[in-house]
């Protein structure tokens, strides 16, 4: 069975899988809910492309923990934003018990990265190569390869978005690109966007979208096998899904490679960005470069609090369970600009294809919170009743001073 190290797939204990969610999405909140959207210009349609730039910043904020705490509880078990500000096609980075999210560009950063260590915001790529254009830094997504690490982000030259690599030696950068031109270019296909790495059986590969829908061409994912150092490709590009299905509005992008319960598994979001059409379906893959055969319909779609999600990715929590992060419209809000897309986030399991579990094991994790916290409270009443019973009969034997 192919060794995909992105996520982990280790297996855990029952008691362990059920109180997960809280872990991982305690984690993935302190790192978030730390910071809040301040200025709200309306974005603008980039030229060119489906997606545009998004223009909202954020503002560091003292947060307590239990504003945290409440932040991630209200998430788990109502299904809302973890984030609930601007953040789209969001990439999460894990080491151990440390994370790290990054966004497409704000106004204020051109690759925001938001830390569980703390800090608040920080630009991961604060100086773009000479041949890119300001304000069209997309989708970015990273790796760590040997002592380094690798970002892969999309931009804008020529008229057309292309996919180009910075280095840094910490996740927060300052991450390097001194290339003299993209990565990844195709002009003639209407550009590219959404990289997203993967590593499979000890070798490095990267999925992309061909993003022709910019210029009235066809849109697909494709990949290809990456050098040692994931700062080149290798070999022949070769294309794992084209978009064939009703759902998909002609349309499919932001691929993301994981691995449940053996299955190679490829998501990808399809249909209009900007509407609550968008949503997140998948497919298998015999290898790292397919062939792939698609499941029918979306696992993502519109419901409960939001609308249109989409450009996700997949990461692993501490205690290896699967897990997505996605963008998506609160509901009601959706290409509303001054609202923006908001963080969310799922757990994953597989049954016969991709399975939302995040919610239903968030509510059983609370049951069993406050199940444990009523056997506490009645064995702490019983006992002190037993040290009250002790001390009268005690104060009752005692014989009363002689005159």
């Known amino acids: 069975m192919p060794d995909l190290h992105k996520p982990s797939t280790t297996k855990i204990g029952a008691a362990n899988r059920l109180l997960f969610v809280a872990v991982a999405a305690l984690c993935v909140s302190l790192l978030l809910v730390g910071c809040s959207d301040s200025s709200s210009t309306p974005a603008t349609q980039a030229d060119g492309s489906q997606r545009r730039p998004q223009t909202r910043g954020f503002a560091g904020n003292t947060v307590t923990n239990l504003d945290f705490l409440a932040q991630a509880a209200r998430s788990l078990i109502t299904g809302t934003a973890i984030y ?198 998948a497919a298998t893959c015999e290898g790292p470069l397919g062939p792939c055969s698609k499941l029918d319909g979306p696992f993502l779609h519109s419901e409960g609090s939001f609308e249109g999600p989409g450009g996700e990715e997949w990461f692993t929590s501490p205690l290896g369970d699967t897990m997505l992060v996605f963008h998506a419209w609160p509901k009601g809000d959706v290409n509303d600009a001054d609202i923006g897309r908001h963080l969310y986030l799922e757990v994953v399991e597989w049954d016969g294809g991709p399975k939302l579990v995040g919610q239903q094991r968030a509510r059983t994790a609370l049951v069993v919170l406050i199940g444990s916290i009523l056997i506490v409270a009645v064995g702490a009443g019983v006992v002190l009743n037993e040290l009250r019973k002790k001390r009268r009969d005690k104060h009752s034997k005692t014989p009363s001073p002689q005159p």
């Open 84 to 281: 609930d500000a601007d953040f789209a096609d969001p990439f999460v980075y894990r080491e151990g018990g440390d994370f790290w999210a990054y966004a497409t560009n704000t106004q204020d950063a051109h690759v925001p990265v938001l830390a569980s260590t703390g800090g608040g915001v920080v630009d991961a790529l604060p100086d773009l190569p000479e041949w890119t254009t300001e304000g069209y830094i997309w989708s970015p997504s990273v790796a760590k390869i040997g002592d380094q690490m690798v970002l892969y982000y999309a931009t804008a030259a020529l008229g057309r978005m292309c996919i180009s690599v910075g280095i840094a030696d910490n996740p927060l950068g300052p991450f390097v690109d001194t290339s003299s031109e993209p990565l990844i270019c195709p002009y003639d296909d209407g550009g590219v966007i959404d990289p997203s790495p993967y590593e499979i059986d000890g070798k490095r590969y990267l999925t992309w979208k061909i993003d022709g829908n910019c210029c009235d061409l066809p849109t697909s994912i494709v990949a290809s096998e990456l050098s040692a150092d994931g700062t080149k490709l290798v070999g022949e590009t070769t294309t794992l899904l084209t978009p064939d299905q009703d759902w998909e509005g002609g349309l499919i992008e932001a691929p993301s490679m994981t691995s449940l319960d053996g299955n190679l598994v490829l998501a990808y979001s399809a249909n209009a960005w900007d509407s609550a059409n968008y949503a997140v379906g």
